[in-house]
Nanobody, 118 residues
Framework: QVQLVESGGGLVQAGGSLRLSCVAS????????MGWYRQVPGKERELVAR????????YYADSVKGRFTISRVNAKNTVYLLMNSLKPEATAIYYC???????????WGQGTQVTVSS
């Protein structure tokens, strides 16, 4: 029902910055909490950052706190992840997620590759 399309991934040197974008289809974007996850081969997908449906509250993994910023513009059906001071450990496929707990709906994007060189 909801399609998510990520963009903005690429190759960046350690210490650099990158901004990921995720655009959602439909008219229900503002009802979902939005999150960014990342995954590397052989490891479980992990939550990087999350923002509430209203944008009022945010969550960050300890590993990125102070360096990454999640934001959303509901009028554009878009959630962003600004990644500053990137480290090689951030290399992964980054996925956008839309979640609505009250009716247990969840959607995933196709992922975008982020590679941080040392």
């Amino acid at each position: 029902q909801v399609q998510l399309v990520e963009s903005g991934g690429g190759l960046v040197q350690a210490g650099g910055s990158l901004r990921l974008s995720c655009v959602a289809s439909g008219s229900t974007f503002s009802t979902y909490h939005m999150g960014w996850y990342r995954q590397v081969p052989g490891k479980e997908r992990e939550l990087v950052a999350r923002v509430s449906s209203s944008g009022f509250s945010t969550y960050y993994a300890d590993s990125v706190k102070g360096r990454f910023t999640i934001s959303r513009v509901n009028a554009k059906n878009t959630v962003y992840l600004l990644m500053n001071s990137l480290k090689p450990e951030a290399t992964a496929i980054y996925y956008c997620n839309a979640d609505r707990s009250i009716d247990r709906t969840s959607y995933w994007g196709q992922g975008t590759q982020v590679t941080v060189s040392s």
